[in-house]
C-alpha cells in the first residue's frame, strides 16, 4: 500500500493535537503510574479498534445520518469528560494512589483505569466519523479484500496510538517525580488537568454538529 506513509503522518498529526485521550494519559500517569497509564492506553486501543469496527460495518454513515442519534452519543460524551473533571478537581490528591493497596486492589485499580481509557475514546462520536472519513480514502478495490485493507489501516492506527501513548505516559511519568516534590504544583496540576477535561466536555457539548 504505496500510501501507507501517508496515512501514518495523518495519524501523527491528529494523536499531537490535545484532547481527551492525551490528556488522561498524562493526568493517569503523573498521578498513579506507568501501570495504571498503561492500563488506560490498553482501554485508548480497545476503543480505537472498535472504532475502526464500525467504521468498516458503515456504521459511521449511519451515525452521519442519524443526528438524533449522534446529538446523544455527544452529549453523552461530553458529560463524561465533565463528570471526570470534577473527580479529578474534588480529590484531596491523586498522587500515588494505589501503591500500599493489596493486590486486589490494584487489580481493581487497574480496571477503573482500563474503563476510562475505554469510555473517554469510545463515548466521542467525532472520533468515529473520523475513522469513517479518513480510512476509506486509503481503501483501493484494486489493491485486494477490503476487509484485509480495513484492518491493516486499523492495527497501524492502533498501534500508532500506542507509541503516543507510551511518549505521553512516560512525560506523565516524569511530571510525577516533579509534582512529588512540590505540594503547590500538585495543586495547580489537578485543577489545570481537571479544567481541560471540563473544557474538552464543554465544548463537546457546544460544538455544532459538523
Avoid at 498524562?26 to 498513579?32: E, G, I, P, V
Avoid at 479529578?88 to 490494584?106: D, Q, T, V, Y
Avoid at 479518513?134 to 485486494?144: C, D, K, M, S
Avoid at 503547590?184 to 455544532?208: K, N, P, S, Y
Amino acid at each position: 500500500m504505496a500510501e501507507l506513509w501517508i496515512f501514518v503522518g495523518a495519524l501523527v498529526v491528529v494523536y499531537l493535537v490535545p484532547g481527551p485521550d492525551m490528556v488522561l494519559m498524562l493526568q493517569t500517569a503523573a498521578t498513579q503510574g506507568r501501570s495504571h497509564a498503561m492500563a488506560v492506553a490498553a482501554g485508548l486501543a480497545v476503543a480505537r479498534g472498535a472504532h475502526v469496527l464500525m467504521a468498516a460495518l458503515g456504521l459511521g454513515a449511519i451515525l452521519k445520518a442519524a443526528p438524533e442519534v449522534f446529538e446523544g452519543l455527544r452529549l453523552l460524551g461530553a458529560a463524561y469528560l465533565i463528570w471526570l473533571g470534577i473527580r479529578i478537581f474534588r480529590a484531596a490528591s491523586l498522587i500515588k494512589s494505589f501503591p500500599a493497596a493489596g493486590e486486589r486492589r490494584k487489580r481493581s485499580g487497574w480496571r477503573a483505569s482500563w474503563r476510562k481509557g475505554v469510555f473517554t475514546n469510545i463515548s466521542n462520536p467525532k472520533a468515529l466519523l473520523f475513522c469513517s472519513v479518513l480510512l476509506p480514502q486509503f481503501i483501493h478495490l484494486e489493491a485486494g479484500a477490503v476487509p484485509a485493507q480495513f484492518a491493516l489501516l486499523g492495527i497501524v492506527l492502533v498501534l500508532t496510538g500506542l507509541i503516543f501513548d507510551l511518549l505521553y505516559a512516560g512525560a506523565g511519568a516524569a511530571l510525577s517525580r516533579w509534582l512529588a516534590q512540590t505540594p503547590l504544583a500538585r495543586t495547580l496540576q489537578r485543577w489545570l488537568f481537571a479544567c481541560v477535561l471540563i473544557g474538552f466536555g464543554v465544548r463537546m457539548a457546544l460544538a455544532e454538529r459538523a
